[in-house]
C-alpha cells in the first residue's frame, strides 16, 4: 500500500482555481494509476478523474473541460487543477491509487489506498 496526503484545498468564489495535491511516500508511487474522488454532503463518494498507468487521463463528464489531473512521478505527486469552479464542485476531495493499469471505466473498487481527503468549497 501507500499513504497519501492531500493539499491544496480552500474557499474560492465561482468561476475561480485551485489546484490539488496528494503526495504519496513509498518507493512505489509509479507503479500506480493515480485518481481523485470526492464526495459531497450527504451524497455518495463521485469519481472525478484518473491518470493511469500509460499516462492517459479520463475524466468525469462533469468536470471534463474544466480539470485536469498531473503526476510528477520524481515528487511522488499527483496534482488536480480545477478551473471555473462551480458551487457543485463543493466537496471533500480524496486522491486514491490503484494497481489497475487500465480499464475502460474506473472503479472506485480498484483503489486500495485512499488519503484523508481535503475540502473545496466553492462560493457563490
Known amino acids: 500500500q501507500v499513504q497519501m496526503v492531500e493539499s491544496g484545498g480552500g474557499l474560492v468564489q465561482a468561476g475561480g482555481s485551485l489546484r490539488l495535491s496528494c503526495t504519496a511516500s513509498?518507493?512505489?508511487?509509479?507503479?500506480?494509476?493515480m485518481g481523485w474522488f470526492r464526495q459531497a454532503p450527504g451524497k455518495e463518494r463521485e469519481f472525478v478523474a484518473i491518470?493511469?498507468?500509460?499516462?492517459?487521463?479520463y475524466y468525469a463528464n462533469s468536470v471534463k473541460g474544466r480539470f485536469t489531473i498531473s503526476r510528477d512521478n520524481a515528487k511522488n505527486t499527483v496534482y488536480l487543477q480545477m478551473n471555473n469552479l462551480k458551487p457543485e464542485d463543493t466537496a471533500l476531495y480524496y486522491c486514491?491509487?490503484?494497481?489497475?493499469?487500465?480499464?475502460?471505466?474506473?472503479?472506485?473498487?480498484?483503489?486500495?489506498?485512499w488519503g484523508q481527503g481535503t475540502q473545496v468549497t466553492v462560493s457563490s
Open positions: 513509498g518507493r512505489t508511487f509509479s507503479s500506480y494509476s
Open positions: 486514491a491509487a490503484s494497481l489497475v493499469p487500465y480499464r475502460a471505466r474506473p472503479e472506485a473498487a480498484d483503489f486500495g489506498s
Open positions: 491518470r493511469w498507468l500509460g499516462d492517459s487521463s
